[in-house]
């Protein structure tokens, strides 16, 4: 049963969103607070052969009731939920905004290409400049320090951009599409059928994707327990992608099964494990009930076995992945699973690779 306001409330709300898009940008509210230091790309060893590297790459300030609706405000309903968030003017410091990259034995995974110090101008938003490229400054601030950036990041894991063979997009909001351009044109990029459906006020970069044959679309054709029907990325089948719709219902999440645990980079799911763990909603999602199914099932895959979610804008990231047990004193089983060509890979029964 949706909350329904007031009708005084909901005009306050509705004034309040007209006010900002009528206001300055975000980034003129206030002076920027300083950019954090740039830290360096973080690994962890997962065992199996794969590597996985954090990489912080630029930063974002939301409005708090972006990151979190308040309680008495989490159930309004879909059409209000929009102006309750634009009406705040309160926000938040520089949040994380991670890329991921997988070092697996079969090749270089990268998830999501983070945010950029060109957001905001014209050449950032491309073919959206006249429409995303206005509404965005206002909704959100975004920037990247210098040797911030993605190839820098990349760099510092000790890989080129050439060496990407593939880049799984989670959705194609600003601050993980921020530097589609710099990928190679050798990269192909993998999006979900959902995401390229149009759809109003979704805030989806669409028009930013590479027209060029790199973009394939996620093929789900495995059962994999709680977490629905994947796409097995690697022969061995040890990395899927995953639909977790709700904040955009084309979202998609990356696992890595190690066997007797595993992750999930689940991008923009949720902003952290609470939100999860509670049924906290953010101010920005296309659909509640999805991201509150999404929560559900994130929650569900913990009891089929230990399992860390990973969230692009989460400040614990650092301190998760450095804590995530990876194990070494246990035999390094393979996974169980061994993928058939009925499993219907893409390229001719082989795995993406
Ligand atoms: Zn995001």
């Known amino acids: 049963m949706p ?3 007031s009708l005084p409330r909901r005009l306050s709300h509705v004034a309040g969103m007209i006010a900002a898009f ?3 940008t975000v980034a003129k509210w206030s002076p920027r607070p300083a950019l954090p230091l740039v830290a360096g790309p973080q690994s962890v060893h997962l065992g199996n052969g ?3 590297w954090r990489l912080p790459v630029g930063v974002v300030r939301v409005r708090e009731r972006h990151r979190a609706l308040p309680q008495e405000l989490a159930d309004v309903d879909e059409k209000l939920r929009f102006p309750v968030m ?3 003017r309160r926000l938040t410091g520089w949040l994380d905004c991670t890329a991921w990259l997988i ?3 079969e090749g270089l995974i990268l998830i999501d290409t983070g945010e950029s110090a060109s ?3 014209a050449e950032y938003f491309g073919g959206d400049a006249k429409s995303m490229g206005k509404i965005y400054p206002k909704i959100i601030d975004a920037t990247a320090a210098p040797a911030n950036d993605l ?3 990349v760099a510092a894991t000790g890989h080129d951009m050439s060496q990407i063979g593939l880049c799984v997009l989670t959705h194609t909001h600003c601050d993980h599409v921020g530097n589609l351009a710099t990928l190679s044109p050798s990269t192909r990029i993998l999006i979900s059928p959902e995401e390229l459906v149009p759809r109003a006020q979704s805030g989806r970069l669409l028009a930013k994707l590479p027209q060029d044959g790199r973009l394939q679309q996620t093929q789900r054709s495995l059962p994999y327990g709680v977490l629905g029907t994947v796409m097995p990325l690697t022969t061995r089948g040890d990395v899927f992608v995953a639909p977790t719709p709700g904040h955009t219902m084309g979202h998609q999440s990356v696992i890595i099964d190690l066997g007797h645990q595993r992750i999930i980079i689940a991008g923009d799911a949720a902003f952290d494990d609470v939100q999860v763990a509670k049924g906290v909603i953010p101010g920005i999602v296309e659909d509640r009930a999805a991201t509150l199914a ?11 076995k230990p399992t860390l979610s990973l969230f692009t804008h989460d400040p614990a990231n650092f301190t998760k992945l450095a804590g995530f047990e990876t194990g070494r004193d246990r035999p390094r089983l393979p996974p169980r699973r061994t993928l058939s060509p009925a499993d219907n890979l893409g390229h001719g029964g082989l795995a993406i690779f």
Do not use: Q, V
């Open 3 to 5: 909350n329904t306001l």
């Open 22 to 24: 009528i206001g300055p």
């Open 50 to 52: 794969i590597t996985l």
């Open 86 to 88: 634009m009406s705040d």
């Open 103 to 105: 070092d697996h034995p």
């Open 119 to 121: 957001f905001g101008t």
């Open 151 to 153: 190839p820098a990041m």
């Open 294 to 304: 999404t929560y559900d099932m994130l929650t569900r895959a913990k009891d089929e």
